[in-house]
């Protein structure tokens, strides 16, 4: 279970999605939080259920319904209700039926609480570098699986001539 303002708020990479949309705006984390979304769907793959909780608390029309979206279940808490005791309520749920949880926050109270459950715990922080790295062997083995072609292997000479003479 992931806090994810936590996690947008942890590092540069999120910020300047966050800058898309100036902050009186709706629109101002949309693009950081489809980030985040994605990256934790990266991460998780298909090892892990993964939840993403966003702090709905100060929206009147939050009801905290979850959806998924490319495998990720998201929730933005009630009216009224943090993403904190969403995320704590909610490990100690799984952690009751014997499911091994990793709760992401920065919140200390948050990480105590869950901590006595037993229940794995990461900073957001760290969380943060962890999709980062991830991101960033994604962008190198994509740039190493480019599939060469013939003509990326030809001299510029040889590929010179051989579109003259055929076009």
């Known amino acids: 279970m992931i806090d994810g303002y936590n996690v947008l708020r942890s590092g540069d990479y999120y910020d300047e999605l966050r800058d898309v949309a100036p902050d009186y ?5 949309n693009a950081a939080r489809d980030a985040l979304i994605n990256d934790v769907a990266v991460f998780a793959g298909h090892e892990y259920d993964a939840v993403v909780v966003f702090d709905g608390a100060g929206n009147i029309y939050s009801d905290g319904r979850p959806t998924r979206v490319g495998g990720v279940e998201v929730v933005f808490s009630s009216a009224g209700v943090t993403a904190d005791s969403v995320i704590e309520e909610r490990a100690k749920q799984a952690q009751s039926k014997g499911i091994e949880v990793l709760v992401v926050t920065s919140d200390a109270a948050t990480q105590w609480t869950v901590y006595g459950r037993s229940v794995n ?4 922080a760290g969380f943060y570098e962890e999709l980062r790295s991830i991101a960033a062997a994604s962008a190198s083995e994509a740039a190493i699986a480019h599939k060469y072609t013939l003509g990326d292997r030809l001299p510029p000479d040889v590929l010179k001539r051989l579109r003259e003479r055929f076009g």
């Open 25 to 29: 705006a709706d629109e101002a984390f």
């Open 121 to 124: 715990r990461m900073s957001a």
